[in-house]
């Protein structure tokens, strides 16, 4: 992936260029592995419903990875996306073969559904709304793999989010949770967080020690028995 070039207005990390057609912001967004056929995203961005109509550092670094394991990791699995914002990790999911729900709050399902059709996945990839803490949707199947990305930063939502991971851990997927630390009352999440769950720090990604210098961390959750 190489550094990681910054945006100079938000300050934060961004892996491509955004580009402005009318009022209508998009960003395109490249994911390269040697000797493969990079995946390229286009999203549309939009930060009037909230803070996650826009792409985040941590969703960025979740979707490099995916593209960097072996192909046969997403191939044909059920794949859930909690707080997809955008849907850029879905949608990166979706590209690599994977049956994807991308789930948020209701002001959301409009963008995500936007850049769906944009990307052309509307057959492989699902918008659902899915509220925290409130129970599992029953037209939202059970995942094989479960993926997080920049979902700590609304401190009420905290136990709602534990709760929601509580109950689809009941089925065992794999959970990939990346997050910025930007607060210090993102440790009552961690904090609320290791009553139910360990986590291990991924340690095959080839850009780890890169993105740790940002305060990101990619971890795999593991439910306490």
Known sequence: MGDIPR??????????????SGHEKTM??????????PVIVTLSVDASPGCGGIVWPAGQ??????????????QDKTVLELGSGTGLVGIVAAMLGAKVWVTDQAPL???????VLRNNLTSSCTVAELNWGEPIPADIPVPDVVLAADCVYFEP??????????????????????????????KRFFA??????????????????????DSITLVRLHRLK
Do not use: H
């Open 7 to 20: 945006d100079p207005q938000a300050g934060e990390l961004v892996l491509g260029q955004s580009e402005y």
């Open 28 to 37: 395109r967004l490249t994911f390269t592995k040697s000797s493969e056929n």
């Open 61 to 74: 670094i979740l979707s490099n990875y995916l593209v960097q394991r072996d192909p046969s990791f997403l």
């Open 109 to 115: 399902l409009d963008i995500m559904r936007q850049n």
């Open 157 to 186: 939502a905290f136990p709602l989010l534990v709760q929601t991971l509580c109950d689809i851990y009941d089925k065992k997927p794999e959970v990939l949770f990346c997050y910025k630390k930007r607060r210090k009352a993102d």
């Open 192 to 213: 609320m967080l290791k009553k139910k769950f360990t986590w291990e720090q991924v340690m095959d990604d080839p850009d780890k020690e890169m993105y740790n210098r």
